[in-house]
């Protein structure tokens, strides 16, 4: 299995990123899709999936129509973020703060309690993406 970093792009913008474990990178990409996806061809949708180790970067877009709910919990949803507690760390250590929910799939951040608490619950929807804002 290898550690793929995935994020989910509309134009430009990355609105989600995380990191997946699998067997290759294109079902890395499913994972975060959560529907089957394709090599991508100048989709507005797309997912962008690096293999540090073999320095590759792949390129992905949903094979049909976007099969999520439309209706989505938005994290911001949630309420304001319940940081758990922080500390120092090198950039090895901030990818091992993300795991993929057994249940659904998403990549969770470990360090914001309240995505933590969401993909606890046994019947959960996928969190749906938000831009993220970046300095």
């Not at 290898?2 to 995380?18: A, D, F, L, P, R």
């Not at 969770?108 to 019947?123: A, I, K, S, T, Y």
Request: charged share 30%; hydrophobic share 30%; aromatic share 8%.
């Amino acid at each position: 299995m290898t550690k793929y970093q995935v994020e989910e792009i509309y134009g430009t913008t990355v609105v989600s990123s995380g990191t997946v474990v699998e067997s290759d990178p294109m079902k890395a990409a499913e994972a975060t899709a959560g529907q089957r996806v394709l090599p991508r061809a100048l989709q507005d949708h797309w997912f962008r999936v690096v293999d540090e180790d073999q320095a590759a970067v792949y390129e992905y877009s949903l094979a049909g129509p976007d099969e999520r709910p439309e209706e989505w919990t938005k994290l911001s949803d949630l309420g304001s973020p319940i940081l758990g507690h922080t500390r120092e760390s090198d950039a090895a250590d901030e990818q091992e703060s993300f795991y993929n929910c057994p249940i659904c799939g998403q990549p969770v951040d470990m360090h914001d309690l309240r995505q933590v608490m969401w993909h606890e619950q046994p019947r959960h929807e996928r969190l749906k993406p938000e831009i993220v804002k970046r300095s």
